[in-house]
T-cell receptor, first 111, second 114 residues
Framework: GQQVMQIPQYQHVQEGEDFTTYCNSS?????IQWYKQRPGGHPVFLIQ?????EVKKQKRLTFQFGEAKKNSSLHITATQTTDVGTYFC???????????FGQGTILTVHP | EAQVTQNPRYLITVTGKKLTVTCSQN?????MSWYRQDPGLGLRQIYY???????DKGDVPEGYKVSRKEKRNFPLILESPSPNQTSLYFC?????????????FGEGSWLTVV
């Protein structure tokens, strides 16, 4: 898998504020996947992006894949306490089998 | 129900005492993998297996062994555990090892080595 930098590492927001996490790569990616891990839980697949410039939405979550396919973002509008957890990106490249995740962004939402 | 099952979920052991964490999936997936999760370091891949009898090192394989004798099982073996292997471990599986397949994770195994 490709190496990606995920920022920020931590984000604290008040309920109702927006949140964005970013995944950045120095090389072109074939695809990117996003996962969510609730506190005490395991990572769960959210979505996959494959096309350049692709934008997908899941209710309050918006996922984008950059035009150059080197970066991606996950944006949450009007956060809720149910959004707390760690968000991971997984970036697909040319390595088959060695699947590498970003470091994750830990989101805390204060009610 | 499609799932990845790990055991034990929680374990406290002593340095040097061999242990095995089992992993089983019921989705007929070819690809299986082990990760460890540590604060600030995200998910780091330990070993992976593309199919039966085929295993390869991930990013942090030192101190671990794996085997893939059957398609559904992928145990993680710590021959001589040390305190720096205290971590949260996840087993994962997917249809194949390619980039486009969804990865399914087990519930995790908390391991403490004292």
């Amino acid at each position: 898998g490709q190496q990606v930098m995920q920022i920020p590492q931590y984000q604290h927001v008040q309920e109702g504020e927006d949140f964005t996490t970013y995944c950045n790569s120095s090389t072109t990616l074939s695809n990117i996947q996003w996962y969510k891990q609730r506190p005490g839980g395991h990572p769960v697949f959210l979505i996959q992006l494959v096309k350049s410039g692709e934008v997908k939405k899941q209710k309050r979550l918006t996922f984008q894949f950059g035009e150059a396919k080197k970066n991606s973002s996950l944006h949450i509008t009007a956060t809720q306490t149910t959004d707390v957890g760690t968000y991971f990106c997984y970036a697909g490249g040319t390595s088959y089998g060695k699947l590498t995740f970003g470091q994750g962004t830990i989101l805390t939402v204060h009610p | 129900e499609a799932q990845v099952t790990q055991n034990p979920r929680y374990l406290i052991t002593v340095t040097g005492k061999k242990l095995t964490v089992t992993c089983s999936q019921n989705m007929n997936h070819e690809y299986m993998s082990w990760y460890r999760q540590d604060p600030g370091l995200g998910l780091r891949q330990i070993y992976y297996s593309m199919n039966v009898e085929v295993t390869d090192k991930g990013d942090v394989p030192e101190g671990y062994k794996v085997s893939r004798k059957e398609k559904r099982n992928f145990p993680l073996i710590l021959e001589s555990p040390s305190p720096n292997q205290t971590s949260l471990y996840f087993c994962a599986s997917s249809l194949g090892g390619g980039n486009l397949n969804t990865i399914y994770f087990g519930e995790g195994s908390w391991l403490t080595v004292v």
